[in-house]
């Protein structure tokens, strides 16, 4: 990764990014391409957190999720988020060609252990979105499903690679914490940013007292191997369940994730992955092993827009659910044209403010 100095002066800009992450890397990339001033701020180093620990699948397959947004919001929002994730995962394709970041076509095959129909019916909204998708009972994994979904030209990448390109160019500031906004004034230890506007990319938001965010996020908790010699799929695989197994190659490496929970909560966690090796991978050898924590929503959907309601020049990017890679580069187009005025056919969809009117609500505060 490029390296960058701290902040010692008070500067301004007219948008400052808090949160060197891919989110908040590509928020500033969009922003400077459209001929913004941008500055980016981070914590610590950039890219040091969850960004350097996902498995990197780039897709708008996120799980069994259209039968689930249509259900809940109607087929029109299921369309629309389709188009969103595809315009990501399109625009994402268009970047990683310009550099070396290990950028491999695949399939995505999301599976189902438990039910032959909910597989079904995703495929069957699929095809009313206009997204052809192939529906099976089987699949070339080391045990049996019900159901599952493959759709064709996803991707899968190194982020880390990915990222230091896009960093580069960048206007970023390292090892400097934020201590307080004061309206959208940045104050840190080494100096003050003075902004028009302020996005809070720090995957989960750091404001209390705005947007209801601890009641409307929950954090959970994945693990992933790295085994050497252990069978490659042809292809990205990941079960429905939020505490099953996904499955991709990196090289000559198999990248298996899997034995979440959410966090603070007990779960099956690496001794689950090493035990699911044990039996279906014997010879393989474990090279690594990660974690990493993902940002949760009610409904499902990321928010993104306007940090709360009261918050004016105020914006957030969080709530990706897992699905961070191609859900940033939705972020980073939806906050770069609501910042520059330009009509914006999601933001309503992803706005941050929309209903808490959900069951995980309670489950949260409860927590």
């Given at each position: 990764?490029?390296?960058?100095?701290?902040?010692?002066?008070?500067?301004?800009?007219?948008?400052?990014?808090?949160?060197?992450?891919?989110?908040?890397?590509?928020?500033?990339?969009?922003?400077?391409?459209?001929?913004?001033?941008?500055?980016?701020?981070?914590?610590?180093?950039?890219?040091?957190?969850?960004?350097?620990?996902?498995?990197?699948?780039?897709?708008?397959?996120?799980?069994?999720?259209?039968?689930?947004?249509?259900?809940?919001?109607?087929?029109?929002?299921?369309?629309?988020?389709?188009?969103?994730?595809?315009?990501?995962?399109?625009?994402?394709?268009?970047?990683?060609?310009q550099t070396d970041c290990d950028y491999e076509r695949r399939s995505l095959s999301v599976y189902s252990l438990r039910s032959r129909a909910e597989a079904a019916q995703e495929a069957a909204i699929l095809a009313k979105l206009g997204r052809p998708a192939v529906f099976s009972e089987t699949a070339p994994l080391p045990f049996p499903v019900a159901g599952v979904v493959t759709v064709e030209n996803?991707?899968?990448?190194?982020?880390?690679?990915?990222?230091?390109?896009?960093?580069?160019?960048?206007?970023?500031?390292?090892?400097?914490?934020?201590?307080?906004?004061?309206?959208?004034?940045?104050?840190?230890?080494?100096?003050?940013?003075?902004?028009?506007?302020?996005?809070?990319?720090?995957?989960?938001?750091?404001?209390?007292?705005?947007?209801?965010?601890?009641?409307?996020?929950?954090?959970?908790?994945?693990?992933?191997?790295?085994?050497?010699?252990?069978?490659?799929?042809?292809?990205?695989?990941?079960?429905?369940?939020?505490?099953?197994?996904?499955?991709?190659?990196?090289?000559?490496?198999?990248?298996?994730?899997?034995?979440?929970?959410?966090?603070?909560?007990?779960?099956?966690?690496?001794?689950?992955?090493?035990?699911?090796?044990?039996?279906?991978?014997?010879?393989?050898?474990?090279?690594?092993?990660?974690?990493?924590?993902?940002?949760?929503?009610?409904?499902?959907?990321?928010?993104?827009?306007?940090?709360?309601?009261?918050?004016?020049?105020?914006?957030?990017?969080?709530?990706?659910?897992?699905?961070?890679?191609?859900?940033?580069?939705?972020?980073?187009?939806?906050?770069?044209?609501?910042?520059?005025?330009?009509?914006?056919?999601?933001?309503?969809?992803?706005?941050?403010?929309?209903?808490?009117?959900?069951?995980?609500?309670?489950?949260?505060?409860?927590?």
């Amino acid at each position: 990764m490029p390296r960058f100095p701290a902040l010692e002066r008070d500067i301004c800009t007219d948008t400052l990014v808090i949160g060197g992450g891919l989110c908040g890397l590509l928020c500033a990339h969009a922003l400077t391409q459209a001929g913004a001033d941008c500055v980016t701020v981070e914590a610590g180093s950039v890219c040091s957190g969850v960004t350097g620990r996902s498995t990197a699948k780039i897709t708008s397959q996120h799980g069994l999720c259209y039968h689930t947004i249509a259900n809940r919001f109607g087929l029109a929002a299921a369309k629309q988020y389709l188009q969103a994730q595809d315009a990501a995962v399109l625009e994402l394709s268009r970047l990683c060609a310009q550099t070396d970041c290990d950028y491999e076509r695949r399939s995505l095959s999301v599976y189902s252990l438990r039910s032959r129909a909910e597989a079904a019916q995703e495929a069957a909204i699929l095809a009313k979105l206009g997204r052809p998708a192939v529906f099976s009972e089987t699949a070339p994994l080391p045990f049996p499903v019900a159901g599952v979904v493959t759709v064709e030209n996803q991707a899968q990448f190194h982020p880390r690679k990915f990222a230091a390109a896009i960093a580069a160019p960048l206007r970023i500031y390292e090892r400097t914490k934020v201590r307080a906004l004061v309206g959208t004034t940045a104050v840190t230890d080494g100096g003050s940013i003075n902004a028009r506007n302020i996005i809070v990319a720090t995957h989960f938001p750091f404001l209390n007292k705005h947007g209801l965010y601890p009641l409307k996020l929950y954090q959970h908790r994945s693990y992933v191997l790295a085994l050497k010699g252990a069978p490659q799929p042809d292809g990205m695989y990941v079960d429905a369940a939020s505490s099953g197994l996904s499955f991709r190659g990196a090289g000559e490496l198999l990248l298996l994730g899997g034995g979440g929970h959410r966090t603070g909560k007990s779960g099956g966690n690496w001794a689950a992955l090493r035990n699911f090796a044990a039996r279906y991978a014997p010879h393989a050898e474990e090279v690594c092993h990660w974690a990493t924590q993902d940002c949760m929503s009610l409904d499902g959907l990321p928010y993104i827009g306007r940090y709360s309601a009261r918050t004016e020049g105020l914006y957030v990017a969080t709530g990706f659910s897992k699905w961070g890679m191609s859900s940033s580069m939705v972020a980073a187009t939806l906050l770069r044209d609501l910042l520059l005025g330009r009509q914006t056919p999601a933001a309503r969809l992803f706005d941050p403010s929309r209903s808490l009117l959900h069951p995980q609500l309670a489950v949260n505060a409860w927590e």
